[in-house]
T-cell receptor, first 112, second 115 residues
Framework: GENVEQHPSTLSVQEGDSAVIKCTYSDSASNYFPWYKQELGKGPQLIIDIRSNVGEKKDQRIAVTLNKTAKHFSLHITETQPEDSAVYFCAASRDSSYKLIFGSGTRLLVRP | GAVVSQHPSRVICKSGTSVKIECRSLDFQATTMFWYRQFPKKSLMLMATSNEGSKATYEQGVEKDKFLINHASLTLSTLTVTSAHPEDSSFYIC???????????FGDGTRLSIL
């Protein structure tokens, strides 16, 4: 079945620096890749998503890149702020109506 | 937009009790709702997928008689943990998606503690 690997498991950066989280997937039929942010005691919140017909997507300080050939995608957060501290999950799916397979999560800490 | 409300946020009850968790889409019609379970510092594990008006599809290893799912309307799905035991203690999260090419939006979860 589909497997999604996520690295690193923890990431600590200084405020203002960039943070990069990487994921790889196994199912070549996957074509939808969302990223979620989960704060303590809350449910995951969708922050950005990308489909396989696009290589890169940006929304203010957040960007996602996709390399379908290599089957990996990455989340880039620039000018990090303390409020960016949370657990981030990548996911992959055959399309947005299909079930999501989640990565193991990355705990991001932004030091003031 | 795309708000999903989950209730209750926290439940503490005795072993043997059945617990019902509600998941509502507040500002859209949810054709499909999903139920997840999350252990501390772990990822989300999909338990089942429910489509309005039809039986839920359970993931392998999830007991359908233990975790009853009802998706009676386009805005409400319920998960009932029957005869709960301490090992059922966990964080349960629902998500919902509208028809068409729409992403999943998550509720804020229910922390279930069985004594």
């Amino acid at each position: 079945g589909e497997n999604v690997e996520q690295h690193p498991s923890t990431l600590s950066v200084q405020e203002g620096d960039s943070a990069v989280i990487k994921c790889t997937y196994s199912d070549s039929a996957s074509n939808y890749f969302p990223w979620y942010k989960q704060e303590l005691g809350k449910g995951p919140q969708l922050i950005i998503d990308i489909r396989s017909n696009v290589g890169e997507k940006k929304d203010q300080r957040i960007a996602v890149t996709l390399n379908k050939t290599a089957k990996h995608f990455s989340l880039h957060i620039t000018e990090t702020q303390p409020e960016d501290s949370a657990v981030y999950f990548c996911a992959a799916s055959r399309d947005s109506s299909y079930k999501l397979i989640f990565g193991s999560g990355t705990r991001l800490l932004v030091r003031p | 937009g795309a708000v999903v409300s989950q209730h209750p946020s926290r439940v503490i009850c005795k072993s043997g009790t059945s617990v019902k968790i509600e998941c509502r889409s507040l500002d859209f019609q949810a054709t499909t709702m999903f139920w997840y379970r999350q252990f501390p510092k772990k990822s989300l594990m999909l338990m089942a997928t429910s489509n309005e008006g039809s039986k839920a599809t359970y993931e392998q290893g999830v007991e359908k008689d233990k975790f009853l799912i009802n998706h009676a309307s386009l805005t409400l799905s319920t998960l009932t943990v029957t005869s709960a035991h301490p090992e059922d203690s966990s964080f349960y999260i629902c998500s919902a998606r509208a028809t068409g090419d729409q992403p999943q939006h998550f509720g804020d979860g229910t922390r279930l503690s069985i004594l």
